[in-house]
């Protein structure tokens, strides 16, 4: 059985963040920081996922546990909240490793393994919520609030990257799912305007839950094989 792959994102970078990554690699996951590190950040719709995903291919991975930071966009899913979504939406999108029909894909988070994931999280950590859509925008700007309007009544996260990156993870043969962190509500759903100030406070409250959710669930997914 293969080796499980685990990749960190913006709530992995700054305090906090560093003992995310140990808590990942702890049980023998190959672990992948999407944005490069702090030392190097790279921006969101700059990241180039084939080259963060090929090389768990060559290294024994079969699936892949994503950690994403994200926006709310319903009031009742509150900063602090896991999401374990079930679909996407990016019509932007135009991505493909292949250069031919094989680009012709559907593309969708891995049934199985996401039910093997949410299994693990809720008997492990703090449950994550089974479903929910997210919305992948361009980025690296946040969303005005007419464009939170406009996306919020057919979606529930809002984010830069999970989607990019589960297109590229199917078409190179690796079983995709992820838990999302609510790190703030999306712009113009809370009382006061969106601070950036205010989500890097609330992400690294949320960092010493994600560092002990993935302490608490990788053992049970068998890190090194199944």
Known sequence: MGRLAVI???NAIGPGGSEIAAAAAEHGAAV??????????????????????????EQGCDRVLAVASVGSLRTDLPVGSFVCPDDFIALHLGLSIFPD????????????????????WGTGAE?????GVYWQTIGPRFE?????RMIAPHADLVGMTIASECVV????GLE?????VVDNLANGLAERQLSVEEIE???????TRLRDGLAAVLPRLGAVGR
């Open 176 to 180: 995709y799912a992820a838990i999302c």
């Open 8 to 10: 960190l994102g913006s």
């Open 144 to 148: 005005t609030p007419a464009e939170i």
């Open 32 to 57: 992948v920081q999407r944005h490069g590190g702090e030392s190097a950040y790279v921006l969101p719709h700059e990241i180039d996922h084939a080259a963060n995903l090929r090389p768990l291919v």
């Open 201 to 207: 406070a609330d992400r690294l409250i949320n960092a």
């Open 101 to 120: 029909t094989r680009a012709h894909s559907a593309p969708a988070f891995a049934a199985r393994w996401r039910g093997e994931l949410l299994e693990a």
């Open 127 to 131: 449950p994550a919520v089974d479903g």
């Open 169 to 172: 993870a199917g078409e190179l």
